[in-house]
T-cell receptor, first 113, second 116 residues
C-alpha cells in the first residue's frame, strides 16, 4: 500500500532562515500529495497540495513540488518566521480511495527570533 | 469556514470505563474520520464514515467503535478504556465529490484523553 516518510524533528531555525522539510512517498497509481500544519493547541489544517506530477503547491510562502522521478514532496520556505513554529505533516491519498489519507509522523519546526 | 468541534479538550478516565468522544461538523460533509495522534507515529485512522449509519474500519479499529446517527455528528466509543488508549484523538470531516474536494480534510482541535 501507499506510505509516506518524512524527516524527524525537531527542526530548529532562526528567524529568516531557509526551511526544507523532506518527504518521500511510496505509491501505486497517482496519489495526491499534501502538507498539513498543526499549530500549538489546534487541529491540523491544510497548508498546500498537489494532485499530479510536476505540480507545485504553494501557500503562505511555503512551496512543495510533486516529483514523481524522486518520489518526493519536500516542503520549502525562503524565510521562516516565529509564527511558523508548528508541526508539519506530509500526507498522500490512498491508491484505492481518495477520501482517505495516509499521514507521515510529523516534523516539529521551532523558529527562534 | 468549516467548523469541526469536539466535545472536550481534555479528558481523564479510569481503566474499564466506557468513554464517548463526540465530534460535530457544520458544513454538511458526507465523510467523517476519527484518528489518534501519538508521538513518532503520526496520525492513524481508527474509523471512517461516509454516510449516516455507514462506517468502515480504519487501520487500528481494535478497542473502538463508532456511531453516526446524524450527518453532522460522529462519535467514537471506547467500550472499556485501557491505558494504551491514552492519546490525542482528532476528528475530521471532508466533502463528497459533489460538494467539493473530498481529499481536503478539516480537523477539530483534538481531545487529549488520559486513561489511568
Amino acid at each position: 500500500g501507499n506510505s509516506v516518510t518524512q524527516m524527524e524533528g525537531p527542526v530548529t531555525l532562526s528567524e529568516e532562515a531557509f526551511l526544507t522539510i523532506n518527504c518521500t512517498y511510496t505509491a501505486t497509481g497517482y496519489p495526491s500529495l499534501f502538507w498539513y500544519v498543526q499549530y500549538p493547541g489546534e487541529g491540523l489544517q491544510l497548508l498546500l497540495k498537489a494532485t499530479k506530477a510536476d505540480d507545485k503547491g504553494s501557500n503562505k510562502g511555503f512551496e512543495a513540488t510533486y516529483r514523481k522521478e524522486t518520489t518526493s514532496f519536500h516542503l520549502e520556505k525562503g524565510s521562516v518566521q516565529v509564527s511558523d513554529s508548528a508541526v508539519y505533516f506530509c500526507a498522500l491519498s490512498r491508491s484505492y480511495n481518495t477520501d482517505k489519507l495516509i499521514f507521515g509522523t510529523g516534523t516539529r519546526l521551532q523558529v527562534f527570533p | 469556514d468549516v467548523k469541526v468541534t469536539q466535545s472536550s479538550r481534555y479528558l481523564v478516565k479510569r481503566t474499564g470505563e466506557k468513554v464517548f468522544l463526540e465530534c460535530v461538523q457544520d458544513m454538511d460533509h458526507e465523510n467523517m474520520f476519527w484518528y489518534r495522534q501519538d508521538p513518532g507515529l503520526g496520525l492513524r485512522l481508527i474509523y471512517f464514515s461516509y454516510d449516516v449509519k455507514m462506517k468502515e474500519k480504519g487501520d487500528i479499529p481494535e478497542g473502538y467503535s463508532v456511531s453516526r446517527e446524524k450527518k453532522e455528528r460522529f462519535s467514537l466509543i471506547l467500550e472499556s478504556a485501557s491505558t494504551n488508549q491514552t492519546s490525542m484523538y482528532l476528528c475530521a470531516s471532508s466533502p463528497s465529490p459533489g460538494q467539493g474536494n473530498p481529499d481536503t480534510q478539516y480537523f477539530g482541535p483534538g481531545t487529549r484523553l488520559t486513561v489511568l
